[in-house]
T-cell receptor
């Protein structure tokens, strides 16, 4: 069964810093990898979707990379802002979506 | 309204109660999903419906009973729940059922079983 791990579980940074969130998965036979954002008590909002044939995707200050062969993805957030504070979830899709437990990010003003 | 909506947003129930969670998607999608999110655990897929047919049931206890009357609506009927069933229940939809599709999530129902 696919297992998805996210490190670190929690991260606190001062405003303006660049940061990297990590995601690893055990089975490289995936169709795509998706990063989501979840605010407290809310549902998930899709941030970036990387197809298995792609290496990276960018949206504004966010950049996600995918190395399928090593089972790793990173989410890079540039010039972090307090509004970026949330939990970030990584999900890989095989026959279904498999989620990590998330990284809880706090950006301190 | 747009996107995926869920009602109620919060629910407290006793172990002998019967209640239902409702999900509605306004995106014209053909597939809908129920997930359970417990503290410190990954999201767990519970049920998948494609074109109103159940295509996946991930060994979910029978005290959870899904219903999909049409492609826009999905229900989760609850009865004789246990305290460990307390969690955030998330509904999602996608254009079609299958791995390449991205899923759109509702805000969830926070359930507390006493």
């Amino acid at each position: 069964k696919q297992e998805v791990t996210q490190i670190p579980a929690a991260l606190s940074v001062p405003e303006g810093e660049n940061l990297v969130l990590n995601c690893s998965f055990t089975d490289s036979a995936i169709y795509n990898l998706q990063w989501f954002r979840q605010d407290p008590g809310k549902g998930l909002t899709s941030l970036l979707l990387i197809q298995s044939s792609q290496r990276e995707q960018t949206s504004g200050r966010l950049n996600a990379s995918l190395d399928k062969s090593s089972g790793r993805s990173t989410l890079y957030i540039a010039a972090s802002q307090p509004g970026d504070s949330a939990t970030y979830l990584c999900a890989v899709s095989g026959n279904q979506f498999y989620f990590g437990t998330g990284t809880s990010l706090t950006v301190i003003p | 309204e747009t996107g995926v909506t869920q009602t109620p947003r919060h629910l407290v129930m006793g172990m002998t109660n019967k209640k239902s969670l409702k999900c509605e998607q306004h995106l014209g999608h053909n597939a809908m999903y129920w997930y359970k999110q417990s503290a410190k655990k990954p999201l767990e897929l519970m049920f998948v419906y494609s074109l109103e047919e159940r295509v996946e049931n991930n060994s979910v206890p029978s005290r959870f009973s899904p219903e999909c009357p049409n492609s826009s609506h999905l229900f989760l009927h609850l009865h004789t729940l246990q305290p460990e069933d307390s969690a955030l229940y998330l509904c999602a939809s996608s254009q079609n059922q299958g791995a390449p599709e991205t899923q759109y999530f509702g805000p969830g129902t926070r359930l507390l079983v006493l």
